[in-house]
């Protein structure tokens, strides 16, 4: 198998956790590799998928379309490139956001995947938590970190819920999901040790990218 090129958006957030977790999820799979820290358009030429880290997804958004990146990933993106959005990441990804509190955002997105998703909706950062989470089509149960994270209320079109945690307020709230090519969810999968769900994602490159 050829060099994988795995790209992480590098304008802010948790960019060094990805980079680490996926050289070790690659390392682990026996894959020659490289993760490059994507900082210009330029370098999503270079690569067979991109992670969207968590962080703050106003400023990742501004950030993007400042530098360009944002309608070139955009592009990308709606041409076959893998991509997979943790907290932040998964409201760039959404084509419906709202803010818990404020409502209506109108932040700069790359509305490329069929959810909608409410940022903030378990609270803020004193509210964050963990969970031994259940993720069927993984096969397995993952430790999920939830800091300041958003959630899916509606999938439509191609895509499909994956997790789904109960919520006192909204009820069944959804916190991963795939569409093709696409992949978001609502907490961390960087902060721990457990590289289940990068393996996921990068298995989901070899399929749609890796001849």
């Not at 070790?24 to 991109?50: C, S, T, Y």
């Not at 109108?106 to 609270?123: C, K, T, Y």
């Not at 090519?181 to 990068?198: G, I, N, S, Y």
Request: glycine share 8%.
């Amino acid at each position: 198998m050829r060099e994988i090129k795995v790209g992480v958006l590098a304008l802010q957030g948790d960019v060094e956790e990805h980079v680490w977790a996926l050289r070790r999820a690659l390392q682990e799979m026996n894959l020659p590799h490289r993760v490059i820290e994507v900082k210009f358009p330029k370098q999503l030429d270079e690569i067979d998928g991109i992670v969207i880290p968590g962080g703050e997804s106003t400023t990742i958004g501004i950030l993007a379309r400042r530098t360009g990146i944002l309608d070139k990933l955009r592009e990308k993106i709606l041409n076959g490139l893998p991509v997979f959005g943790t907290c932040a990441g998964l409201i760039m990804l959404a084509k419906e956001v709202r803010d818990a509190t404020v409502g209506e955002t109108r932040q700069p997105v790359l509305a490329v995947m069929d959810i909608s998703v409410i940022r903030n909706v378990f609270g803020r950062q004193k509210d964050s938590f963990e969970i031994d989470l259940e993720i069927p089509e993984l096969g397995k149960t993952v430790r999920a970190v939830f800091i300041r994270a958003p959630a899916i209320i509606r999938c439509w079109g191609t895509a499909r819920p994956l997790a789904k945690i109960s919520h006192e307020k909204y009820g069944e709230l959804i916190v991963m999901a795939r569409q093709e090519h696409m992949l978001a969810c609502a907490f961390h999968p960087e902060l721990t040790k457990d590289t289940t769900v990068h393996k996921y994602f990068i298995n989901m490159i070899i399929e749609y990218r890796i001849k």
